[in-house]
């Protein structure tokens, strides 16, 4: 589906600039990872094309918003990072146990807006990974899930350099 990119148009906006408001737009926000096409986007909700384009680096990172992901094109392999309330005694309680599987995406993702779900890409398919996305409204900034707890990503980015 690699012809998509060449034949719809291009309009592309600066990441990091906010916009909250656009039809038929392209995101550089994630280049080399991540190329997306917002088809619409509004505060309270944005549907876009994805296309994956390799693994993440680094340590797992959440989400700025909810979304779910609806596979049209190839798979990725991710490492989730889901942190569970539990007590001492394995209940339900207050504190926060990390709890990391490695699944296989074929069909669907869904990804919630909160600092206890988080992922990283592992592996993703020949020629890249293809979906519509449907996006809830952003609700916070994203992290990286780190050992010495959450970094924002503007920080590790900094750190990193």
């Known amino acids: 589906m690699d012809w998509l990119l060449k034949i719809l148009p291009r309009r592309t906006y600066k990441s990091g600039t906010g916009i909250q408001w656009c039809l038929w737009r392209w ?14 986007k509004t505060p309270w909700l944005a549907l876009c094309l994805n296309n994956i384009k390799q693994a993440d680096v680094g340590y797992p990172h959440d989400h700025t918003s909810a979304f779910l992901s609806i596979f049209l094109t190839g798979w990725y392999t991710e490492r989730r990072l889901i942190k569970i309330p539990i007590d001492r005694q394995g209940r339900y309680g207050t504190e926060l146990v990390a709890r990391y599987f490695v699944i296989k995406r074929r069909w ?13 890409i592992l592996d993703v398919s020949p020629g890249g990974m293809w979906s519509i996305c449907i996006m809830g409204p952003k609700v916070r900034e994203w992290n990286y899930h780190t050992p010495d707890g959450l970094v924002h990503w503007a920080d590790f980015k900094k750190q990193q350099s």
């Not at 995101?27 to 619409?40: G, H, I, K, N, W």
Request: with cysteine.
């Open 27 to 40: 995101s550089d926000a994630q280049e080399p990872y991540l190329t997306r096409l917002f088809v619409f």
């Open 108 to 120: 669907w993702n869904y990804m919630r807006a909160c600092d206890w779900d988080a992922h990283r």
